[in-house]
């Protein structure tokens, strides 16, 4: 569960961080660790939110074009902002992350995507993954 909770945490993150395209992504992580983390999370976990907050930034143009070639009709602007940091998350742990199964991140997100978005995104969200796995030769669940 704690996990979980790092991962929502990312989330709101990188959520935030389509509206702030012109601030410093390392202030911006510090003041969100200072201010906005939950002061129940574990340090282990605070760790695991860093590295999957800067890891999906660090590979955020390779996961937009995934994205942009497996949504036929859906622009990445056309995309709702809180499905779209789920899915450049989930992208992240799943092609770039080897300690978390493909099936994890996947539930994951279809989690994360039923708790802050519509009631569609879960579809949405486990459509998009399910096809990007599929036709773009990343490693399968």
Not at 29 to 43: A, G, I, W, Y
Not at 45 to 68: H, P, R, S, Y
Not at 104 to 112: D, K, Q, S
């Amino acid at each position: 569960m704690s996990r979980r909770l790092a991962r929502e945490s990312a989330i709101q993150f990188l959520y935030s961080t389509d509206y702030n395209k012109n601030e410093n992504i390392e202030d911006m992580l510090e003041e969100f660790k200072e201010d906005k983390l939950p002061d129940s999370m574990k340090s282990e976990d605070v760790k695991f939110a860093e590295e999957i907050i800067k890891g999906t930034i660090e590979k955020l143009q390779d996961i937009d074009q995934l994205i942009q070639n497996n949504t036929i009709g859906w622009t990445k602007e056309r995309i709702a902002k809180v499905d779209l940091a789920i899915l450049r998350l989930a992208l992240y742990e799943i092609q770039f992350r080897n300690d978390i199964p493909d099936s994890v991140a996947i539930n994951e997100a279809v989690e994360l995507a039923k708790k802050y978005s519509t009631e569609e995104s879960g579809s949405f969200v486990n459509g998009v993954l399910g096809k990007i796995i599929r036709e773009s030769g990343i490693k399968g669940v």
